[in-house]
């Protein structure tokens, strides 16, 4: 997971310190504001992940700030409150605050909500997990959307081509007899030759290897096959 960015904002510069330190402590980046005006300026302009909302804050409250997060943002959002009885925790929620921690807190517990808070929000979401990246860089594969990219440039394969490419680099490391490789590939309906896979091989190489002759993606075994070399 990247690196998180945390927003919080609170006007008591003493407890701002603390809450700051012990994400820093967690590895997450920290944006400190002191008013409600100030979030909604941090929150239009920077990358945020989550954010810790006091409710009696200078300028803006704290619940105005939520409102006006939640017209355009699903945001997750803790709420800090001094208050303590249950219809206010209860008002907290309704604004649109994903959990509420009560004053006087333990730092340690924000946190371990943070933490969850943040595993909850952001579990099923990270689009480019699907583009897969190899020798730092080099090599990328988008298999969804079918884009191979060398060096940063897109290059061209068959759909035959890619299927025999995917079927290699989703398995780094395990080698595959040429009959193997056509079933992966294409199905065990494929009428083809052994050694087309060869030439879908060759034809791969020039395109995604710097050097044909010495590859290191696609890798012969003598008397196996294939195998991916990426890493
Ligand atoms: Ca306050």
Redesign the pocket.
């Known amino acids: 997971m990247d690196k998180k960015r945390i927003l919080v904002v609170?006007?008591?510069k003493n407890?701002s310190n603390v809450i700051k330190a012990y994400l820093i402590k967690e590895g997450f980046d920290v944006i400190t504001a002191e008013d409600g005006k100030m979030a909604l300026e941090i929150f239009n302009n920077e990358e945020i992940h989550l954010i810790i909302l006091?409710?009696?804050?200078p300028k803006l409250s704290?619940e105005e700030v939520c409102t006006t997060i939640r017209t355009t943002s699903d945001i997750p959002i803790i709420m800090?409150t001094?208050k303590v009885d249950e219809d206010d925790k209860i008002e907290g929620l309704s604004i649109g605050a994903d959990d509420y921690v009560t004053k006087p807190f333990s730092p340690r517990e924000l946190v371990s909500r943070v933490k969850a808070l943040l595993r909850r929000s952001y579990r099923n979401s990270s689009p480019l997990a699907e583009i897969l990246v190899f020798n730092n860089g080099d090599l990328e594969v988008d298999i969804d959307r079918m884009i191979v990219r060398k060096k940063g440039e897109n290059v061209y394969l068959t759909s035959n081509e890619f299927k025999v490419l995917v079927s290699l680099l989703t398995r780094p490391g395990q080698v595959f007899s040429r009959e193997q490789l056509i079933e992966l590939a294409f199905g065990y309906d494929y009428e083809g030759f052994d050694r087309t896979i060869d030439t879908h091989i060759k034809n791969i190489r020039q395109k995604i290897e710097d050097d044909p002759k010495k590859p290191s993606y696609i890798l012969t075994v003598y008397g196996a096959g294939y195998k991916f070399g990426g890493a």
Do not use: F, N, P, Q
């Open positions: 609170e006007d008591e407890i006091d409710l009696m804050l704290g800090l001094a």
